[in-house]
């Protein structure tokens, strides 16, 4: 079956040593990689930093995903922000994005969360936990399902950004 034609991540039977909680996260991280690889992958520096109707641009998106990913774990983890994390944040917005960059970025943050979400203790999900600096409440299952569902949203965003660009520069 071609790349493009597969299942999505969850419906190929894989990850089935992995508990259902971190395996759906596991698999919606999967399914964001395959995502934008395939619809953003190919866009030019130019491209991937075009702000269509002045709208976020899609290396926003790329770099918003691999460090909320990175972010969201760390409050998983009972942890607070460091100080790099926090500057990786404001500079999300920045111009002049290249595309290995960007992808890079990416593939290290999906993999390393990956092995971040499989340590979690499932037995520990209802464990509460605290965002940000205001430290609202939160649980470790709740972080969990939250990296799936927010990187999902971003890489809507990112896929239909793509095609907008795309479409103006055919």
């Known amino acids: 079956m071609e790349a493009n034609k597969l299942a999505e991540p969850w419906l190929r039977g894989t990850l089935a040593e992995v508990p259902a909680v971190p395996r759906a996260v596991l698999h919606a991280l999967e399914l964001a990689e395959e995502d934008l690889k395939r619809w953003c992958g190919t866009l030019s520096d130019a491209e991937l930093n075009a702000r269509p109707a002045g709208i976020a641009p899609v290396a926003f998106h790329l770099r918003h995903i691999a ?11 009972a942890n607070e922000l460091n100080d790099a994390q926090i500057a990786a944040m404001k500079s999300e917005s920045d111009a002049g994005a290249k595309r290995e960059e960007l992808f890079a970025e990416l593939d290290t943050a999906l993999h390393g969360g990956a092995e971040r979400i499989r340590a979690f203790d499932v037995g520990r999900f209802n464990e509460a936990r605290v965002v940000g600096k205001k430290e609202l409440p939160s649980t470790l299952g709740g972080l969990l399902v939250h990296v799936a569902d927010h990187t999902q949203r971003h890489v809507g965003q990112a896929v239909t950004t793509s095609k907008i660009v795309s479409a103006q520069h055919s």
Do not use: G, K, N
């Open 67 to 77: 460090r909320s990913v990175d972010r969201l774990l760390t409050y998983a983890e």
